[in-house]
Nanobody, 115 residues
Framework: QEQLVESGGGLVQPGGSLRLSCAAS?????????MAWYRQTPTNQRELVAW???????KYANFVKGRFTISRDNAKNTLYLQMNSLKPEDTAVYYC????????WGQGTQVIVSA
């Protein structure tokens, strides 16, 4: 059964940092899937944040470039998102999934950036 479990969100002040984790069932990581972080904003827009190939190549949306770092541990079937210099506009529910052919979405993890 495919499953995605995101964690690590919370309330943080502007300029702060958080590290998100995503535990994925093996079938999601299998076959060298490119994995990605997405976010759903308070206005219900779903945005692609960053993605990473099985080999470790990464790409970022312009609005997080230089602040966020995506990584993966294939042995643990886990995806990470290190978020630094957080801004109030980063407030969203963050989800992980495959970049192509998304699996069933997890519950996400809420990130609130506020003073």
């Amino acid at each position: 059964q495919e499953q995605l479990v995101e964690s690590g969100g919370g309330l943080v002040q502007p300029g702060g940092s958080l590290r998100l984790s995503c535990a994925a069932s093996g079938s999601i990581f299998s076959g060298g899937a490119t994995m990605a972080w997405y976010r759903q904003t308070p206005t219900n827009q779903r945005e692609l944040v960053a993605w990473i190939t099985n080999g470790g190549s990464t790409k970022y949306a312009n609005f997080v470039k230089g602040r966020f770092t995506i990584s993966r541990d294939n042995a643990k079937n886990t995806l990470y998102l290190q978020m630094n210099s957080l801004k109030p506009e980063d407030t969203a529910v963050y989800y992980c999934n495959r970049y192509y052919s998304q699996a069933t979405w997890g519950q996400g993890t809420q990130v609130i950036v506020s003073a």
